[in-house]
């Protein structure tokens, strides 16, 4: 690895249909790339990373590592993204840094001064998937509902108990408004901050890795929060021929 941008971290997000990539150092984002495909994002994520190494006039040695939305989202996106990241990590003897995505999304979200923000993205069979984080004195993020994959009406019901201002944002939004009347303080985001970004990936790794949070690529694995379909469907055919 080479040491002439000790700062640089590479962020990969690929747990929604819109996917990206970003390059950001110590003084801000360097470079992004939107990688927006409705299928398996394997095809393209390669190729975007040339453009935006080529863009910024870097290379793969000026990294000093790898950071990875590691989800909830789509399964096979995060798998494409998981693996590309580990490949790249373990090419380039370079650390590897999972940054969940409701996290991530939370990130880059503005939010009133005491307002926790909730993190919301659409699942399959009509679910969501949601997380609530609130600042610390610090200027952190703290969990204070962790990551699940529940139905809109569960969710809302959840953030309504927590008597507390919220913001929403994130893609399963619509969906958790349609459930039911949200309480007094709770507000939609703009749309425009509904997407995660692989520059806050990038931007959160980097700060990661300043505090000394190292993984080797095997020790990260995606967050899926529950069974894909192709899981389902063997458990199904388990349970007909057993």
Known sequence: MSAAEPGLVLGIDTATPLGGIAIAGPDGLI???AVGVQGSHASRLMAALERLLGDAGLSLADLAGIGVSI??????????GVASAMGLARAQNLPLLPVPTLE??????PRPAG??????LTARRDEVYGAVFGATASGGLEP???PCAVAP??????????GRPLVLAGSGTPALLAAGAPARGITAAPAVFWQ??????AWRAGRMLAEGRRHAPHEVTPIYLK????????????????
């Open 31 to 33: 470079a992004e790339h």
């Open 71 to 80: 989800g909830p989202g789509s399964f096979t996106g995060l798998r494409v």
């Open 104 to 109: 991530a999304l939370a990130w880059g979200v």
């Open 153 to 162: 009406a569960a969710l809302l019901a959840e953030l309504n108990r927590l």
């Open 144 to 146: 204070l509902l962790a």
């Open 115 to 120: 307002a926790a923000v909730a993190t919301v």
């Open 196 to 201: 995660p970004r692989a520059a806050v990936v």
């Open 227 to 242: 069974a894909s379909q192709a899981e389902i469907n063997w458990a199904k055919r388990q349970r007909t021929t057993g």
